[in-house]
C-alpha cells in the first residue's frame, strides 16, 4: 500500500498508472485529505471513493475525472475543470466550486450542502441536473 506522499506524487506525474494502481489494489481507500493538488493535470484519474476532504484542487484540471462516491467536503475546487467529470453521489458539502467548470457534469445525487458556487454557475447547473423552470402564464 502507498503512502499519501507517493500517491499524490503518482497523481501529479502519472495518471494512467495512478489509474493502474487503483485497479490493482481493488480500489482501496484512499486518504488524500488536505493534499495540495492546486494546478495538476488530473484529466480521466480515477478518484472514485477517494478521500479529498480539504484538498486543495484550486485549477486542477479534473475534466473526465472519476470522482464518484468521494470525499470532496471543504475542498478547494475553485476554478478547476470539471467538464465531464463523474461526481455522483459525491460529498461536497461545503466546498468551494466558485468559477468550476460544470458543463457535462454528473452531478447526481452529489451532496452540495453549503457548497459555494457562482451565481452564473447555477443555469450550468440546472443543465447538468436536467432542471427546467417552467413559467407561469
Same mark, same amino acid.
Given at each position: 500500500?502507498?503512502?499519501?506522499?507517493?500517491?499524490?506524487?503518482?497523481?501529479?506525474?502519472?495518471?494512467?498508472?495512478?489509474?493502474?494502481?487503483?485497479?490493482?489494489?481493488?480500489?482501496?481507500?484512499?486518504?488524500?485529505?488536505?493534499? !495540495?493538488?492546486?494546478?495538476?493535470? %488530473? &484529466?480521466?484519474? =480515477? $478518484? +472514485?471513493?477517494? @478521500?479529498? *476532504?480539504? /484538498?486543495? #484542487?484550486?485549477?486542477?484540471?479534473?475534466?473526465?475525472?472519476?470522482?464518484?462516491?468521494? !470525499?470532496?467536503?471543504?475542498?478547494? %475546487? &475553485?476554478?478547476? =475543470? $470539471? +467538464?465531464?467529470? @463523474?461526481? *455522483?453521489? /459525491?460529498? #461536497?458539502?461545503?466546498?468551494?466550486?466558485?468559477?468550476?467548470?460544470?458543463?457535462?457534469?454528473?452531478?447526481?445525487?452529489?451532496? %452540495?450542502?453549503?457548497?459555494?458556487?457562482?451565481?452564473?454557475?447555477?443555469?450550468?447547473?440546472?443543465?447538468?441536473?436536467?432542471?427546467?423552470?417552467?413559467?407561469?402564464?
Amino acid at each position: 500500500m502507498k503512502t499519501k506522499e507517493e500517491l499524490i506524487q503518482l497523481l501529479k506525474t502519472n495518471v494512467s498508472e495512478f489509474n493502474e494502481y487503483r485497479y490493482k489494489t481493488n480500489y482501496e481507500y484512499i486518504n488524500l485529505r488536505w493534499a !495540495n493538488l492546486s494546478e495538476a493535470n %488530473l &484529466s480521466y484519474a =480515477d $478518484l +472514485s471513493y477517494a @478521500d479529498l *476532504s480539504g /484538498a486543495d #484542487l484550486s485549477y486542477a484540471d479534473l475534466s473526465r475525472a472519476n470522482l464518484s462516491e468521494a !470525499n470532496l467536503s471543504k475542498a478547494d %475546487l &475553485s476554478y478547476a =475543470d $470539471l +467538464s465531464g467529470a @463523474d461526481l *455522483s453521489y /459525491a460529498d #461536497l458539502s461545503k466546498a468551494n466550486l466558485s468559477g468550476a467548470d460544470l458543463r457535462g457534469a454528473d452531478l447526481r445525487g452529489a451532496d %452540495l450542502y453549503g457548497a459555494t458556487i457562482n451565481e452564473s454557475q447555477i443555469q450550468t447547473m440546472l443543465d447538468v441536473l436536467n432542471f427546467k423552470i417552467r413559467e407561469d402564464k
